[in-house]
């Protein structure tokens, strides 16, 4: 800890204020800062210096920023700066007031299922936004859900998470994240998918459910063999007041192959709701898979009851005769009615039938919403839209509503449904504006979409009216109409300041003088016979003046007159007198006219900066 509290006060990067240690870990510890040029706070998170020079820790590093930058979601952590350069590895991430969804269930023991529900609706939505990227976390576990006072979650740490067309990892690393917590097929070192996330989660809220894991055992590798080769309890068998529709779910996002689990975090999140409006519903019908055997695994396959007709013999000649009469009847009797038919079908094509409207709002749109919209009845158009308040693919609205009557001619006149999509939020990546004039950078700037604010700073190396930076950083992904700041050079400010008259002067009243203004330079002592012992006899600079701030002065100051002969500065006169000491004469300016010489070591020092 103290390695790390050493930190504590340091600014980094100009910007950064550490106030406190958050937290330590095995590979990073979490300060929070102050960021002094937005006015916020925020949680800087760094490589810790053990193991900064190791390059796989630094690659996880920078694969949880890249991830991250990638998103943008209520219920994932954002990333506002990374920095990776020299020893000094950190990731700046938005500050979340909460604590781990792990110490909350150890504090707390089995939580309610109207807790269990939520919290996992918000980590399905954060894998459903993540999944939709390309991106898949491989470790979903409590330790990595942030829960809020006001019961919102936040999902964190990408690190080991899988990006969008990566090179395949090495052996050793392909069975990561967490055993307690990991996929069967992420434990044998198998290819994943979104998939293995989900079973993640469905570990995570058999935790919740009951209090304890689906598998533990004495070491890590038997709990990931049991991972692959065991069935779990059933929750119900340790809880059993578990509502039998939330059973289903947990186990069937934990089957071992992954098609027979839920097939995607939109698919997993429609059960979770339909759930959470009936705590009490038990799924008894399953459409996902052609056998009937869903991922709850219920086989709702129904068996057709056979019949038999049995046969009596006859060895008359009339039965036959009357079988013959009959059939012929019959036949005369169904082509009646395949006539009638006909006649009424051509009569009733062109009747219209009335349909009620399906209601999608809030759907995510995708195959199973297209279902709902027979395509002999229904025409679908779609209108996608940016809309940062809807996650993506979520029908924000339709025409007609949903439940309205419409009257159609099936496979002729069709019923248009018009569905508004939410594409998410519109995001921009941010140029690299530095260099370039900061009048053109903000014209170009804001013809992407963002509302710019400019501000000078003092900089040096950079050329006056060039960019020095923006914040956000440049490559950061922000949403369409964020604002971006942007710093330019204002060059170096040059502070004059007028040289005060400090000669007569002791070196204290010089340096109060001064105020801070100037600097200190060379002092040296010579005689004089008109300035006393100790005061300014001269200064370099002449009084006046106008002189950059904190330049330097330099001063002579008296030793008083210069001793008769067969004496020597810091000597003995012939009347016995001490350096610096009294005379009965008096030695001090404005006393007798007989001086003592002064030793310049014992004058009063002028301070020095």
């Known amino acids: 800890m103290d390695m790390v509290e050493r930190y504590v006060g340091k600014l980094f990067d100009r910007r950064y204020q550490i106030n406190r240690v958050i937290g330590v870990g095995g590979m990073a510890v979490v300060f929070e800062a102050q960021d002094i040029v937005l006015n916020r706070k925020v949680a800087l998170k760094m490589l810790r210096d053990e193991i900064s020079g190791d390059e796989q820790a630094v690659r996880r590093f920078v694969n949880e920023s890249r991830a991250v930058s990638m998103l943008s979601h209520p219920n994932i952590v954002k990333i506002f700066d990374v920095s990776v350069r020299?020893?000094?590895?950190?990731?700046?991430?938005?500050?979340?007031?909460g604590i781990t969804l792990k110490s909350y269930m150890q504090k707390k023991g089995a939580l309610t299922t109207e807790e269990v529900l939520s919290y996992s609706e918000q980590v399905l939505r954060a894998l459903d936004h993540a999944h939709s990227k390309g991106i898949i976390h491989r470790d979903i576990k409590p330790q990595n859900i942030l829960l809020l006072k006001n019961g919102k979650v936040k999902v964190t740490d990408f690190g080991i998470a899988k990006l969008p067309n990566a090179e395949a990892a090495p052996m050793n690393e392909k069975a990561i994240g967490t055993v307690y917590y990991v996929s069967p097929e992420q434990a044998s070192g198998k290819e994943i998918d979104g998939r293995s996330d989900l079973y993640s989660v469905g570990v995570l809220m058999y935790e919740m459910a009951t209090g304890a894991l689906p598998f533990n055992a004495d070491t890590p590798g038997s709990v990931a063999l049991m991972q692959v080769t065991e069935q779990p309890k059933a929750p119900s068998e340790i809880k059993p007041d578990i509502p039998r529709g939330l059973e289903q779910i947990i186990l069937g996002a934990m089957e071992k192959n992954p098609d027979r689990r839920f097939q995607s975090a939109a698919q997993m999140l429609r059960y979770i709701e339909r759930l959470n409006s009936n705590p009490g519903y038990v799924f008894r019908t399953q459409k996902e898979t052609p056998d009937g055997q869903g991922p709850l695994g219920n086989n709702m396959k129904k068996k057709k009851k056979s019949s038999k007709r049995t046969r009596r013999q006859s060895h008359s000649m009339f039965p036959i005769i009357l079988g013959v009469s009959f059939a012929f009847g019959i036949?005369?009797?169904?082509?009646?009615?395949?006539?009638?038919?006909?006649?009424?079908?051509?009569?009733?094509?062109?009747?219209?039938?009335?349909?009620?409207?399906?209601?999608?709002?809030?759907?995510?749109?995708?195959?199973?919403?297209?279902?709902?919209?027979?395509?002999?009845?229904?025409?679908?158009?779609?209108?996608?839209?940016?809309?940062?308040?809807?996650?993506?693919?979520?029908?924000?609205e339709q025409e007609p509503a949903g439940g309205e009557m419409r009257k159609v001619l099936p496979n002729k006149q069709y019923c248009t449904v018009k569905l508004t999509v939410s594409r998410g939020a519109e995001t921009l990546r941010v140029p690299d504006y530095s260099m370039l004039e900061y009048r053109s950078v903000r014209i170009a700037a804001e013809k992407l979409g963002f509302q710019c604010v400019v501000e000078g700073i003092d900089n040096e190396m950079v050329p006056v009216g060039n960019v020095v930076y923006t914040n956000p950083a440049a490559g950061t992904q922000v949403e369409h109409g964020s604002t971006l700041t942007i710093y330019y050079s204002k060059g170096t400010t040059v502070m004059q300041v007028t040289v005060p008259k400090l000669t007569d002067l002791t070196p204290k009243e010089a340096y109060e003088r001064m105020n801070g203004e100037l600097r200190v330079g060379e002092v040296t002592y010579d005689?004089?016979?008109?300035?006393?012992?100790g005061y300014i006899l001269s200064q370099s600079l002449t009084s006046g003046v106008k002189v950059v701030k904190g330049s330097t002065v330099n001063f002579v100051i008296s030793l008083g007159p210069r001793p008769e002969t067969g004496q020597t500065p810091g000597g003995t006169d012939p009347g016995g007198t001490t350096p610096g000491g009294t005379t009965p004469g008096g030695t001090t300016p404005g006393g007798s006219d007989q001086q003592t010489p002064v030793n310049p070591e014992s004058l009063p020092p002028i301070r020095q900066e």
């Open 86 to 97: 020299g020893n000094l590895k950190y990731i700046v991430m938005e500050r979340v007031e």
């Open 331 to 396: 036949v005369m009797i169904v082509s009646l009615i395949m006539g009638l038919d006909m006649v009424l079908k051509n009569q009733n094509a062109n009747t219209p039938t009335s349909v009620e409207v399906p209601g999608v709002v809030g759907s995510v749109y995708g195959p199973d919403v297209e279902k709902l919209f027979d395509s002999r009845i229904f025409k679908l158009e779609i209108e996608p839209v940016y809309d940062a308040g809807y996650p993506e693919n979520t029908v924000i």
């Open 527 to 533: 005689y004089s016979e008109t300035v006393p012992a």
